[in-house]
């Protein structure tokens, strides 16, 4: 994923997809700051009325994404770009207890294909860490913010969204209100003439879908600039003859393979299903994601999405949230859906999501550093020992649950490479090292 790119190509394809603007530079290269270099609070990005030029950070431009000025802008993307509500209702949010451990940022583990270890504490300035919480048996344990982002403070989740629009797909096959079996053009006509239109809703789902679709940002013409430039809500260009909106780009998707045949990691499958839900529904991803979740769940904050010139959300990752929300919707995914005294997540689509995919398909896509996992409803599903399971974005974004050690972590990030295989070799054995710690330690 590179980041050689114009302004005016940064403007278009701004709301889309954030991993756009994510520099070359591979990990541990010197020519990246490090986490306490590039802290966002201590290079004043925004301070001032105004600001200095040279700390000043616009949408328009593309300069809201360059790294390191990205990791002030993931914790403020509402003042840069339209968005809309995800309200949490008029209710008291439901509190969480606390009970803080404070040797987990001694324990130490070894990162995947290292030698020598390293502790939790310092895992988390490797991995650019904004804020991380961690719950055990419901209880917050762990929590740490760093930069410019605060306990009463918004991040983008970016692909961590398409968990949660999955988990609302989920929720409405569980209930009967959506066919996994449908073709997608039974509830969408508009898509019939697109790749979408006899691919199986659960083929959306599960992103098996057979699309010409590259998210490759290195390359100009793949397919990911034009759904970006029709994401967009930036004026469009005088000689634009694209599609205007999410929904208009979806139509325009050819095939490529065959549905059912293989994993393939592409955001249009979740815009589509944000499409079907709006359509069944009659609420967007942002109305029902409030109404179903967010109010009830007893949210603390509001969230919002980021949307496109027509409003509508970017279900494939325009969502931000306060992190103790994420983290209260990660328990409640523990608890098989069930939270403030209420089933909020129908059962069904919780053990659906926990049982995974087909390990197989998903091992077409080459995830090294993922054998054996799978992907189901918009979830990543380790099958490992402790069934975890995992809701990730780009710039190590992360909602992990780990259900046999009862544990929940949240954490939102601003590593400067965007694709988390930068991140996993210092993540995920950190996490499975702290389960077992509170397994162990709760005995």
């Known amino acids: 994923m590179s980041f050689c790119l114009r302004p005016l190509r940064a403007g278009l394809g701004a709301l889309l997809v954030w991993a756009a603007f994510a520099p070359a530079q591979a990990a541990g290269n010197p020519a990246v700051p490090d986490a306490a270099a590039s802290d966002p609070a201590s290079l004043g990005w925004m301070v001032g009325s105004p600001p200095p030029p040279e700390r000043i950070i616009r949408f328009e431009d593309g300069s809201y994404f360059k790294f390191p ?13 339209p968005t809309v509500n995800v309200s949490r209702g008029l209710g008291a949010p439901v509190p969480l207890p606390y009970k803080l451990r404070s040797e987990i940022d001694a324990l130490r583990f070894t990162p995947l294909g290292a030698s020598e270890t390293m502790t939790w504490g310092e895992s988390l300035g490797a991995n650019y860490t904004d804020g991380i919480v961690v719950l055990h048996k419901g209880r917050v344990v762990y929590e740490r913010y760093f930069g410019v982002l605060k306990d009463d403070g918004q991040h983008g989740a970016m692909s961590v969204t398409k968990s949660l629009v999955g988990t609302l797909g989920a929720m409405l096959v569980a209930e009967g209100k959506l066919d996994a079996g449908k073709p997608v053009s039974a509830y969408l006509p508009e898509l019939a003439g697109s790749a979408f239109g ?9 992103m098996t879908t057979g699309l010409q ?3 490759d940002y290195a390359n100009p013409k793949a397919e990911v600039w034009a759904h970006a430039a029709a994401g967009s809500p930036l004026p469009k260009a005088k000689d634009y003859t694209g599609p205007r909106s999410y929904y208009e780009f979806l139509q325009t998707v050819k095939k490529q393979g065959e549905h059912g045949a293989a994993f393939g990691y592409k955001t249009a499958n979740t815009d ?15 109305e029902l994601l409030s109404e179903r979740v967010w109010r009830r769940m007893g949210a603390e904050q509001d969230a919002y999405f980021t949307v496109d010139s027509t409003g509508t959300p970017f279900a494939g990752g325009g969502l931000n949230t306060g992190l103790r929300d994420l983290a209260r919707f990660g328990e409640m995914m523990r608890n098989n859906g069930r939270f403030n005294g209420q089933q909020i997540i129908p059962r069904a689509a919780v053990d659906d999501i926990r049982h995974g995919g087909k390990p197989a398909d998903f091992a077409k896509a080459g995830y090294k550093l993922l054998p054996g996992w799978s992907y189901r409803n918009m979830w990543w599903v380790s099958h490992n020992e402790h069934g975890a399971y995992a809701a990730r974005g780009v710039y190590g974004q992360t909602l992990y649950i780990d259900p046999k050690a009862e544990m929940v972590i949240a954490r939102y990030a601003s590593n400067p490479v965007a694709g988390n295989a930068a991140n996993d070799p210092t993540s995920l054995p950190a996490y499975h090292m702290l389960a077992k710690h509170l397994m162990g330690a709760a005995k």
């Open 272 to 286: 589509a299903l944000g499409w079907i839900i709006a359509r069944v529904t009659g609420r967007s991803v942002a």
């Open 213 to 215: 679709f590259s998210e």
């Open 69 to 81: 000025a990205m990791r002030w802008s993931v914790s403020h993307f509402r003042q840069l770009m």
């Open 198 to 206: 006899d691919a199986t809703v659960r083929q959306v789902l599960d």
